[in-house]
């Protein structure tokens, strides 16, 4: 036995070194090429694919070669044919749209004499996003449900998802799950809100009751019923010098701390309010004429900025740094979906529009939508399949077009 195993070892010495004669010819075939797999590097210009062969073979029966790619799980491909030619590497920088966090898939292929030969597949994913810097996106094994519209809230400098659950938002990114809110809600049910200091302040369609929730102590308190009706739906928030307002289409009020009432300050008539975002020192809503409007403090009404320039359908996404908005990605859960991936920089201190490159990839047609902010970055969330996705918005990345 030992013999054998001495013979054995020997022959496999043997075939090792012939291998690697630079007098014997190693020649591709489709057989040998289905088992490469393409290699995958970045750096500031781009995606570097490349397939390095075992052997020293020649390429001269190459005709072409490229690298064909998708983000995993869509149908829409993308192939891209090379250039140059080496002794032993097919290569290839790739400068088209990746998108930070989205999982890729990618082969290579030849074309020898009347065959076209496919590699094995690679999944990679990037660490930054080409050539749209801004948006870099996140799944989480985290289902969040339980209300027609996901709710961003902004709390003491920190962003949070609420639905019937409480997620805060970390710059990892990362959700951690906090004290849900404390009513069980039906479909359908919408959240108004506002913050002052450490605290949220939520009114639910569900009920008359104003809860609030705890950022630093994790907790929630029903202060018990606040005046207003139960089913308030399309009812919107913010605050103001450490004031709390309520509002919709049709009245405004402002929040009696000492109280826990809430004083109406104005009714009207407006289109329907569809979205809300705020600076520290002034509350914007957009209607669903695609209106911008700013609220009064003073008495409770609004006073018309300008109209969003780009497509629209039924809602809208917003958020706020440096006093202006980005404003886009209008999109209908109701179908047939209709989802845009245009976005909008509003200047809120000049009343004017700068076009920002393009969301990078198809809007996926969500039951909802949301989205929340802090000094550093814009977020928006909605599920898909029982999963969380979320993509940030890195301000300092934008690009214009």
């Known amino acids: 036995m030992k013999f054998l195993l001495k013979k054995y070892w020997i022959i496999a010495v043997l075939l090792i070194l012939s291998s690697c004669d630079s007098d014997d010819k190693v020649y591709l075939t489709c057989d040998i090429f289905e088992q490469l797999e393409p290699k995958i590097s970045e750096d500031e210009n781009g995606v570097f694919v490349n397939i390095i062969f075992d052997a020293e073979i020649l390429l001269n029966d190459i005709e072409s070669y490229g690298f064909t790619y998708n983000i995993v799980g869509e149908r829409e491909k993308t192939t891209i044919e090379g250039a140059n030619l080496s002794s032993s590497t097919l290569n290839l920088l790739i400068n088209d749209i990746f998108i930070c966090g989205l999982e890729y898939e990618i082969s290579g292929f030849i074309t020898l004499g009347d065959s076209i030969c496919t590699s094995s597949k690679t999944t990679f994913s990037t660490e930054k996003s080409y050539v749209a810097p801004p948006w870099c996106t996140t799944v989480f094994d985290i289902a969040t449900r339980g209300s027609n519209f996901i709710n961003g809230l902004s709390i003491n400098g920190k962003s949070f998802i609420l639905t019937e659950y409480l997620y805060e938002i970390t710059n990892q990114p990362s959700l951690i799950q906090r004290e849900s809110f404390p009513l069980n809600s039906n479909t359908g049910t919408n959240y108004a809100s506002f913050s002052i200091g450490k605290f949220a302040y939520i009114k639910s369609t569900d009920t008359k009751d104003l809860y609030r929730y705890n950022s630093e102590e994790n907790n929630w308190i029903n202060l018990r019923s606040t005046g207003l009706p139960s089913f308030t739906r399309y009812f919107f928030g913010g605050q103001l010098n450490e004031t709390g307002y309520l509002f919709n289409h049709i009245n405004s009020y402002q929040y009696d701390l000492e109280n826990n009432t809430f004083v109406e300050l104005a009714s009207y008539q407006i289109p329907l309010i569809i979205n809300k975002f705020q600076t520290n020192s002034a509350i914007y809503v957009i209607n669903e004429d695609y209106e911008i409007l700013e609220f009064n403090k003073s008495n409770g009404t609004w006073s018309y900025l300008t109209t969003y320039p780009g497509n629209k359908s039924n809602y809208v996404i917003s958020f706020v740094s440096n006093n202006k ?77």
């Not at 969301?359 to 939508?369: A, C, G, M, Q, R």
Request: hydrophobic fraction near 35%; charged fraction near 15%.
């Open 325 to 401: 908005a980005y404003i886009g990605l209008s999109y209908n859960y109701f179908s047939p979906g209709i989802n845009y991936s245009d976005i909008y920089e509003l200047d809120l201190n000049t009343a004017t529009w700068q076009k920002v490159v393009p969301f990078p990839t198809k809007l996926e047609n969500s039951w909802t939508i949301g989205s929340a902010g802090n000094l550093d970055f814009g977020y928006m969330f909605y599920s898909k399949n029982g999963k969380t996705v979320l993509w940030n918005f890195d301000y300092s990345k934008i690009v214009y077009e």
